[in-house]
């Protein structure tokens, strides 16, 4: 069945420094989106990626699609404590149902 | 524009008990999909549907849970017999008629604890 692992499962780094979490699927996808879900909150959409390769950029956060659009990463620049949450890629394969990745929980120490 | 509305936002239920939760999609809205999350793990997608039909019911446990979205009102689902198992946040998220590549707004969950 369809699976997304998403590395690490956690992160803590201090304020300022940089953040990367990776997404791998076991199938190719159509498009995935990224969700990031504040501590007791609920899942909030940030992105899209739809073609193979894709880079987009919101301000400090860069996202990427890799060329077999089998894996994603998100990369966070120079960490503040409102980055704090967990960071979901999520993926379809052509169905309409969309499958989380595991999710890599940060942690930003001030 | 209202967003996806659940309720109850808590939910507690002594062991054997029905719970029922409800979700209001987003107005504009007529795709609806459920997840589970436990606590510290990530969402485990549940069941997808459109109004009055299901489309993939693949992640549902085939005993004790059903879903329903009706012509009119919210999408319930239904867990019967809870187990202390069944614990869990669920959520609940709609998209647009016949967009697939449209974002889920999600509602802000129910949490359901079995006693």
């Known amino acids: 069945g369809q699976q997304v692992m998403q590395i690490p499962q956690y992160q803590h780094v201090q304020e300022g420094e940089d953040f990367t979490t990776y997404c791998n699927s076991s199938?190719?996808?159509?498009?995935i989106q990224w969700y990031k879900q504040r501590p007791g909150g609920h899942p909030v959409f940030l992105i899209q990626?739809?073609?193979?390769?894709e880079v987009k950029k919101q301000k400090r956060l860069t996202f990427q699609f890799g060329e077999a659009k089998k894996n994603s990463s998100l990369h966070i620049t120079a960490t503040q404590t409102t980055d704090v949450g967990t960071y979901f890629c999520?993926?379809?394969?052509?169905?309409?149902?969309?499958?989380f990745g595991t999710g890599t929980r940060l942690t930003v120490i001030p | 524009n209202a967003g996806v509305m659940q309720n109850p936002r808590h939910l507690v239920r002594r062991r054997g008990q029905e719970a029922r939760l409800r979700c209001s999609p987003m107005?504009?809205?007529?795709?609806v999909y459920w997840y589970r999350q436990l606590p510290e793990e990530g969402l485990k997608f549940m069941v997808y549907?459109?109004?009055?039909?299901?489309?993939?019911e693949s992640g549902m446990p085939k005993e004790r849970f059903s879903a329903e979205f009706p012509k009119e009102g919210p999408s319930i689902l239904r867990i019967q017999q809870v187990v202390r198992g069944d614990s869990a946040a669920y959520f609940c998220?709609?998209?647009?008629?016949?967009?697939?590549?449209?974002?889920?707004?999600f509602g802000n969950g129910t949490r359901l604890t079995v006693t």
């Open positions: 998220a709609s998209s647009p008629l016949g967009d697939r590549a449209s974002p889920l707004h």
């Open positions: 199938t190719t996808l159509s498009n």
């Open positions: 990626l739809v073609k193979s390769g």
């Open positions: 999520a993926g379809r394969t052509g169905a309409n149902n969309l499958f």
């Open positions: 107005k504009g809205h007529s795709h």
């Open positions: 549907l459109q109004k009055e039909n299901i489309i993939d």
